[in-house]
């Protein structure tokens, strides 16, 4: 076995955005939908299909801009980059406004977003991934099997990288926190281990 690389990482909380360790965003905001609009104008630019996103897709979305500001993937096949998310919510958020909805007319809109992995679909339309992607559902971030889990996907060659994390959001509860793994170190080029994970997710 290995000792990949984490080359990056990015966390969001309520009402700020570290990468690295640095603090990019701190400040108030209204709510969750209007932080992530002015994380939106800040980060990602024109991509018009993050209007229609819902907010767990917006918020993993706008955590993997960050995470990748300066770190291309292009070095990689499309087909070497793994995806692979956690939350303990699903989407239930999404499931309740869609149910809302079937009372009057049901809301495909929303209907598409019934699933908690569309989001790892929405990061791989983004970037053109086409890796494996996996998203568990726990009551917790189970640090040791996430790294296990993507240590065993670089052992094998089954993917070159991985973004991997948490991304959780209920009502106007949320956290977003990605690492980039990697086998080559670049960027923080950090230890990938459960310890280091757990370190930093604190």
């Known amino acids: 076995m290995t000792l990949n690389k984490l080359n990056a990482y990015t966390i969001i909380?309520?009402?700020h955005v570290i990468k690295n360790g640095e603090v990019l965003v701190d400040e108030q905001s209204a709510g969750l939908q209007e932080f992530l609009r002015s994380l939106y104008d800040r980060f990602?630019?024109?991509y018009q299909k993050f209007h229609k996103m819902d907010?767990?897709?917006k918020l993993g979305w706008m955590a993997a801009e960050v995470l990748l500001q300066d770190m291309p993937m292009d070095?990689?096949?499309q087909e070497?980059?793994?995806l692979v998310f956690a939350n303990r919510s699903a989407s239930l958020d999404t499931d309740e406004r869609y149910y809302d909805t079937v009372q009057d007319i049901a809301s495909p809109?929303?209907?598409v977003y019934t699933l908690p992995n569309i989001v790892t679909g929405e990061i791989s339309i983004r970037h053109k991934f086409k890796g494996e992607n996996a998203f568990f559902v726990s009551e917790q971030f189970d640090i040791p099997?996430?790294?296990a889990y993507v240590q065993q996907l670089l052992d094998t060659n089954a993917a070159q990288a991985c973004i991997c994390g948490w991304i959780e959001q209920y009502h106007e509860d949320?956290?977003?926190v990605l690492f980039l793994v990697e086998k080559e170190g670049r960027g923080a080029a950090l230890p990938f281990t459960a310890g280091q994970i757990e370190k930093l997710y604190q």
């Open 13 to 15: 909380r309520p009402f």
């Open 44 to 46: 990602a630019g024109q």
């Open 55 to 57: 907010l767990l897709s």
């Open 75 to 77: 070095k990689y096949p």
């Open 80 to 82: 070497d980059t793994a």
């Open 109 to 111: 809109a929303l209907f």
């Open 145 to 147: 099997f996430m790294t």
């Open 174 to 176: 949320f956290e977003a």
